[in-house]
């Protein structure tokens, strides 16, 4: 099974970090064309992948026969032309938030993808592949809190960019927890409020910082998201979903908490290895690699613990058995490391 | 820059997880040849993944030209002549715990490393890799806790399998803290005891569960450790370092939590979204890859939110976007769904 | 400095638990007049305690030359009059919330007691002495989170009786947070609105349940409340407050947890063993004092650790003691119990 | 029921915190007469107390005919000759740790209590009464964690005086973790070992801290303690048991903390406003029988919300309902405070 390879339109931060996400962490995939309004960053990148090379129009490295899918990543007002054309070529296409800037040319897209017949778009709702959106999302579904009632959201930054205008906390910070809204209620908002209290003496001139947002769902769920890019503090996104048979909070910064009607607040103790040092294999795998590819010009193929790690882990263990037996404490017995030259 | 090629030999449960974590999870590698006592699992294992063969001598599978690197995660008693092999055949290789079963071969093996003079092998300690244990070193190298006095660890398993006996719990359990203690504190541990409780009534006949052991390293510092391995509960592994300018809690399943000299308790705000959300780009490129690789039998190329998301998400934005300005509620106007075929 | 005189009126479930916490929690005061519409139960609760009589008319007990204070936890209706009448006669009183039941009949009592000249009258708005409540407002106060900007709270119940309708889920529940904003504000509510999303299905019939009330106040603060009082799960009573430099949680059921500036979330360390312990001593002599008072009768004059236990505890410290100059296990040398008859 | 009349034999410290306690926070007790070895220390407290004396002699104050019963704070050494006298007179006593200074001192005053028939002693081991060990105690009795098998605990404190030695962290501190253990477990403590490793270097010279005791019980339970008493962060005082049904932390300033063969972890929601504002109401009324006391000189009776807080909540929730029927917001009406003279 070949790499699918992928070209990446826009390499500004986001895209940069898609670039590298693709090139670097995740498997069966390639970046072999990138694109950005400015030809020279894109040259740049472009360098330092394998067969990756730069394309000035975006157009072009949507065409190109080499392309599998797209990426796209360019700002919000060049979204609808580039997804219309990946639609064209029958290319497979991720695109970040906001599918395009308003309802109507949204509304285009979506029609124009119907015409043609297969499924090729996918929006950069990240939020749903987040361990603990999706922990809560399947709890709701499997029912564990009843029918959903009322949902609590907290969207805080520690600062925007001095180009940040207000609309722009709706359009790109409550759009978040619009989607979430409608991921886990399977439903659609039907009302909006946005409240503006006083605002915070630290926020930039002219910004309404913070903002409540008041949203109502086609059930009649209500919703409130605290949304507040000037903090100081750091990131804090935080979902609360309360529900006829108990509430759960995801963003706490520990893990998913649950209150429940057996009157105990908490979260899931780590069923197995897998859950607990999942993360931790897949890291150690991903840094033993790339230290055998650093490898040949160093001598040093590794990582991580070494042989002499694992000599240690021997003669300690040797002694805890005899102690075990006996019952006494057991002096270790080890060569003077320094007496291996190499080791 | 090509994969690198990989032989795992032993593909048990913990081997079986590697080929898939080199083969779907991680980036710029490849299983090319599979060994494992039991020649039909590896022939399954095999037919799994694009050109990968199951080769039936261990030592032919080192010696394979095609083979770039080994993992062993074979039964311990293999390991030494493997490992050898590899050496001789200067191939890197990552060796699941132990590196040997006693001192006196792992000092062999050691030594044989340092002769060659490349360092080729990489033992399978994965809590160095894990992000809390790492976030503890790098603290503890900061400085933030003063100098390091004690360490208390937990490590239970909810059960374990019947062939288990009292040693294993010291050679496969204990193991890992001895590696963690070294790990952290840079020295090596100089004596041990293993303290035998009553035993849990739960605990099959004959096994001394639990265990404590009581470790000290070269400069003093004190080490408890309570294996536990039939709690019932689940999988716990905790770690509280003391030092001389406060604590730190890993593993209580809430992140890493502090005490310190200002006399608060707790953790790290997460600073930002790469930092929140990292987690949740990589599973949805890594999801959307998959699905683009699936997409070409059943038109749907997508893993995630579709065009329709994007569009609901604009419609409602625009909504705020009103009512920002007129303070009003606002009502969301969109299509139906069901008007658009294939939406 | 003798006890303060009490009259209690109204010994429902609230008064007979302020008539209990005057005569054997709290130290000064001493409940001498009961009354309640429902003559018997007055009569009942004057018969369990020393010097204290029932009173059928609540003016008569407020007029009583004996009494030298009022507790009012009659129903609403029956404030109005008995506040007046303990404003004429002098008598200080402690006024079970609401004031009286509108905000016409409440003004009335502000001006009468503003006329007579003596601060009298205090209302029973409880969270204000409750220790979180109280940390927060100082932290406030302090400045630790500069301006606050917003709150969010949630008030829910696990169950209401029957005769509940959703005025009162306002009157009864929202009034707390009435008082928790205008105290830890400092500044008065302007406006107010109660949205109403789909409801409970659990609720009773014709209930409105859950509510989100929406209120600013005069320098236009957003404060939200969810207010749920069918939830089926428990009590829980929770504030967010947001400031300008950071925020803070109470009433998770984990003591004050704060997010601060420097990227921390947590609560404070207890700072001594009067923190950590006053509960328990205090405890400990009322328990033991209560066991004096019942003690001529058993012969027993302890509720806690007896002699034994001193015994017990100075043998194993004194092995302890051996133990920590030997560095070695010391058996701990005690008597039989049973040897001694009566220990 | 008259108060009972204490003697309270040394007002240190901690003699001077039970003279308060007696005196300002509990009901049914007061205190007659205090006694120190520093005359003038005595004088003092007793001039601050109604119907208070100071005694010279400690032997006198326990056998004057006025005295109901004893609480004994002086130093250790009086301890046995001041216990013997209340035996001798019949009086119960109260007496902080440590029962007499040496084992067979102790057994001495349990032979003679014994003797005399009556259970007259109590020992000051607070944490029996203290929430969390009491709600750990009461969960193991009802078999909520099967059969206990260690205990981990931890006792820190920031700081010690100058004059604290290795053997006093045996004795006044590790004392109470052997009562700890002794009341969870309901058995004796049959071996006691103290570890020591290396020395934190901001211990005082000379003192061993900190220090590992290891204890075995008669059924060979183990319970380990670390005693750090020099740490610099806060008091911290924590437990840990675990049984073969899930374990239960305290301590950890969050309430107490299990983890359950159902896989959670976490604590206890507040099932009613009782357990959750039960010390609030406390607090409310005590503070509120003190301000009536005040308040003949100064006019005002109150230290808490007055009537114009009253009419402020009703006005606000006037509104409310008029918004809950409406559904719009609605504007509070209140006239201005400045307009009553005296609200």
New interface residues.
């Given amino acids: 099974?070949s790499d699918?390879k992928i070209a990446v339109l826009g390499v500004g931060i986001m895209g940069a970090?898609?670039v590298a996400?693709?090139?670097?962490?995740?498997?069966?995939?390639a970046v072999v064309v990138v694109n950005d309004y400015l030809a020279e960053k894109a040259e740049t990148i472009a360098a330092g992948i394998?067969d990756c090379r730069a394309v000035g129009d975006p157009l072009d490295a949507i065409a190109d026969a080499q392309v599998?899918?797209v990426v796209i990543a360019s700002p919000g007002p060049s979204h609808e032309k580039q997804?219309l054309a990946c639609l064209e070529h029958g290319k497979?296409v991720?695109?970040e938030?906001?599918?395009?800037?308003?309802?109507e040319t949204?509304?285009a897209?979506?029609?124009r993808?119907?015409?043609l017949?297969?499924?090729?778009?996918?929006?950069?709702?990240?939020?749903?592949?987040?361990?603990e959106?999706a922990q809560l999302k399947s709890m709701l579904d499997a029912g564990e809190f009843?029918?959903p009632?009322?949902l609590?959201c907290?969207h805080r930054n520690?600062a925007v960019p001095p180009t940040f205008d207000?609309?722009m906390?709706?359009?790109d910070s409550?759009?978040h927890e619009?989607?979430v809204t409608?991921?886990l209620f399977d439903e659609?908002?039907?009302?909006?409020?946005?409240?503006?209290?006083?605002t915070?003496?630290?926020a930039p001139e002219g910004i309404?910082d913070?903002?409540?947002?008041?949203?109502?769902t086609a059930?009649?769920?209500?919703i409130?998201v605290?949304l507040?890019v000037t903090?100081?503090?750091?990131?804090?996104?935080r979902t609360e979903l309360?529900g006829?048979?108990?509430?759960a909070f995801i963003g706490?910064?520990?893990?998913l908490?649950?209150?429940?009607?057996t009157?105990?607040?908490?979260?899931?103790?780590?069923?197995?290895?897998?859950?607990?040092?999942g993360?931790?294999?897949?890291?150690?795998?991903?840094?033993?690699?790339?230290?055998?590819?650093a490898?040949a010009t160093t001598?040093?193929?590794?990582?991580?613990?070494?042989?002499?790690?694992?000599?240690?882990?021997?003669?300690?263990?040797?002694?805890?058995?005899r102690?075990?037996n006996s019952?006494?404490?057991?002096?270790?017995?080890?060569?003077a490391r320094e007496s291996?030259?190499?080791?």
């Fill in positions: 099974m699918i970090d898609h996400r693709i090139t670097s962490r995740i498997s069966g995939a394998p599998d899918a997804l497979p991720l695109c938030k906001p599918l395009t800037t308003d309802a949204s509304l897209v979506v029609k993808e119907a015409e017949g297969n499924r090729l778009i996918q929006v950069g709702f990240m939020r749903r592949f987040d361990r959106y009843g029918r009632l009322v609590h907290v520690p207000s609309a906390v709706v359009r409550l759009v619009v989607d409608r991921f659609e908002i039907t009302s909006i409020q946005i409240i503006r209290p006083a915070n003496p630290g309404q913070p903002q409540i947002a008041i949203m109502r059930s009649g769920k209500h409130d605290e507040f903090t100081g503090v750091a990131y804090e996104v309360v006829e048979k108990g509430s706490l910064d520990v893990g908490v649950r209150k429940t009607a009157g105990m607040w908490g979260g899931q103790i780590t069923p197995g290895f897998r859950e607990r040092f993360q931790a294999y897949d890291t150690e795998f991903q840094r033993w690699v790339d230290a055998v590819h490898g001598g040093d193929y590794t990582d991580g613990p070494v042989a002499w790690d694992g000599y240690a882990a021997a003669a300690v263990c040797e002694a805890g058995v102690s075990l019952g006494e404490p057991v002096d270790v017995r080890m060569v291996i030259k190499g080791a």
